[in-house]
T-cell receptor, first 116, second 110 residues
Framework: DAGVTQSPTHLIKTRGQQVTLRCSPK?????VSWYQQALGQGPQFIFQ???????QRGNFPDRFSGHQFPNYSSELNVNALLLGDSALYLC???????????????FGPGTRLTVL | QQPVQSPQAVILREGEDAVINCSSS?????VHWYRQKHGEAPVFLMI???GGEQKGHEKISASFNEKKQQSSLYLTASQLSYSGTYFC???????????WGLGTSLAVNP
């Protein structure tokens, strides 16, 4: 079992550009959550996808959008990048049991995004 | 509302004990504990649910005081492998999202 995988590992972009990050969940998991983790901070919840729909969203602007595919993999898109978007972006997968927040989340290694 | 973790940092010698606290200004439905080692992804430790149910590793213990809206993680007979940053995530119920604290940095030295 490969666990949760994310790509790319590192990314450097300039202000105003757009970026797409990818996540493949752990085998058997159907729910994907995305987090932003700034240096020295805890993860900040961006949104969660289940059955190809955004089920819950944190306090992030519309520049942050996502998608979940039929195979449960997911993408995070960020438009009009700002310097403050520089962070580690973590993807976590879990198995929905009708209330998946109460199931263990498995995190991927993250994508380190640097905006110059 | 972001939960408050205390202390911010702890330095232990191998074999010593530590307690990490997580408190919220809101009524909580569940508290989640994760550990993140430098440069690695967070790893699940425990979930404590309102009503007393727990899910987690046998070697890690924690408590959840619903009335005080706080949880404590107990690390006994610490090992070098316990080093890392411990995060608590809280959920106020019915919204499927966790709000994470800023973390407690734990260093265990030989």
């Amino acid at each position: 079992d490969a666990g949760v995988t994310q790509s790319p590992t590192h990314l450097i972009k300039t202000r105003g550009q757009q970026v797409t990050l990818r996540c493949s969940p752990k085998s058997g998991h159907d729910t994907v959550s995305w987090y932003q983790q700034a240096l020295g901070q805890g993860p900040q919840f961006i949104f969660q996808y289940y059955e190809e729909e955004e089920r819950q969203r944190g306090n992030f602007p519309d520049r942050f959008s996502g998608h979940q595919f039929p195979n449960y993999s997911s993408e995070l898109n960020v438009n009009a990048l700002l310097l403050g978007d520089s962070a580690l972006y973590l993807c976590a997968s879990s198995l929905d049991s009708g209330w998946s927040i109460y199931n263990e989340q498995f995190f991927g290694p993250g994508t380190r995004l640097t905006v110059l | 509302q972001q939960p408050v973790q205390s202390p911010q940092a702890v330095i232990l010698r191998e074999g010593e004990d530590a307690v990490i606290n997580c408190s919220s200004s809101k009524a909580l439905y569940s508290v989640h504990w994760y550990r993140q080692k430098h440069g690695e992804a967070p790893v699940f430790l425990m979930i404590l649910l309102k009503g007393g149910e727990q899910k987690g590793h046998e070697k890690i213990s924690a408590s959840f005081n619903e009335k005080k809206q706080q949880s404590s993680l107990y690390l006994t007979a610490s090992q070098l492998s316990y080093s890392g940053t411990y995060f608590c995530g809280t959920d106020a119920g019915n919204n499927r999202k966790l709000i994470w604290g800023l973390g407690t940095s734990l260093a265990v030295n030989p």
